[in-house]
């Protein structure tokens, strides 16, 4: 429902994604044949323009929800006053933000690695954080598919996520390697495959 590009740089201006459509486009598309069962909206916590962003955020759920619709939020800490946007405890705020603001699921970047526990280890604190609304992590950047199964597997079983948002790991492949880490990625979030059962998937 909103969208920016990412020309302006964060340290030239606080991110603001503004409002793009309102629900009625929506409701047509519906009525006119296109199965949309849901809405996404980005909020950068943090910017300061995150005010509006909440106000069109949970407006949008509102009448979202009452069109029988369920609601993704894209929530990122990111602006000046953000020194860390991976902190651990920053996600878990936006987590809870999410679950305040009566979304379905929320979609938040997993945290940076500690000396003192893992990403999956304190993704655990934004699981908790987001309650009801189902928590699933960005993809990241593409990464080996051994390497991304085992990310994902211990977002899940370690950290509380109920699944994955993955971009960049599936489509900067070839066709024939996307198909088969998208099979691999079902496999563990909707089957409990352990890594070593979706990496066989994978290689065929």
Same mark, same amino acid.
């Given at each position: 429902? /909103?969208? !920016?590009?990412?020309?302006? !740089?964060?340290?030239?201006?606080?991110?603001?994604?503004?409002?793009?459509?309102?629900?009625?486009a929506v409701l047509l598309m519906r009525d006119n044949g296109v199965n949309v069962v849901g809405i996404g909206?980005?909020?950068?916590?943090?910017?300061?323009?995150?005010?509006?962003?909440?106000?069109?955020?949970?407006?949008?759920?509102?009448?979202?929800?009452?069109?029988?619709?369920?609601?993704v939020l894209w929530i990122y800490p990111r602006g000046k006053a953000v020194k860390d946007e991976k902190a651990?405890?920053?996600?878990?705020?936006?987590?809870?933000?999410?679950?305040?603001?009566?979304?379905?699921?929320?979609?938040? /970047?997993?945290?940076?690695?500690?000396?003192?526990?893992?990403?999956?280890?304190?993704? !655990?604190?934004?699981?908790?954080?987001?309650?009801?609304?189902?928590?699933?992590?960005?993809?990241?950047s593409t990464v080996d598919a051994q390497t991304f199964l085992s990310q994902l597997y211990d977002q899940i079983?370690?950290?509380?996520?109920?699944?994955?948002?993955?971009?960049? /790991?599936?489509?900067?492949?070839?066709?024939?390697?996307?198909?088969?880490?998208? !099979?691999?990625?079902?496999?563990?979030?909707?089957?409990?495959?352990?890594?070593?059962?979706?990496?066989?998937?994978?290689?065929?």
């Amino acid at each position: 429902m /909103n969208s !920016k590009t990412n020309l302006v !740089k964060t340290d030239q201006s606080d991110p603001y994604s503004p409002q793009l459509y309102d629900l009625e486009a929506v409701l047509l598309m519906r009525d006119n044949g296109v199965n949309v069962v849901g809405i996404g909206y980005t909020i950068y916590l943090g910017s300061e323009y995150e005010a509006q962003m909440m106000m069109e955020a949970g407006d949008l759920i509102a009448q979202a929800h009452a069109e029988g619709l369920i609601v993704v939020l894209w929530i990122y800490p990111r602006g000046k006053a953000v020194k860390d946007e991976k902190a651990a405890d920053l996600i878990a705020g936006a987590a809870g933000v999410a679950l305040c603001l009566g979304a379905d699921f929320v979609k938040v /970047n997993p945290p940076s690695p500690t000396d003192n526990a893992t990403s999956a280890e304190l993704l !655990k604190q934004a699981s908790a954080a987001s309650g009801r609304c189902g928590l699933v992590c960005a993809g990241g950047s593409t990464v080996d598919a051994q390497t991304f199964l085992s990310q994902l597997y211990d977002q899940i079983h370690i950290g509380g996520a109920c699944g994955n948002a993955t971009g960049r /790991n599936i489509h900067q492949r070839s066709l024939d390697e996307a198909a088969r880490l998208t !099979k691999a990625i079902s496999a563990i979030t909707f089957d409990d495959a352990t890594v070593e059962e979706a990496l066989a998937i994978f290689n065929g």
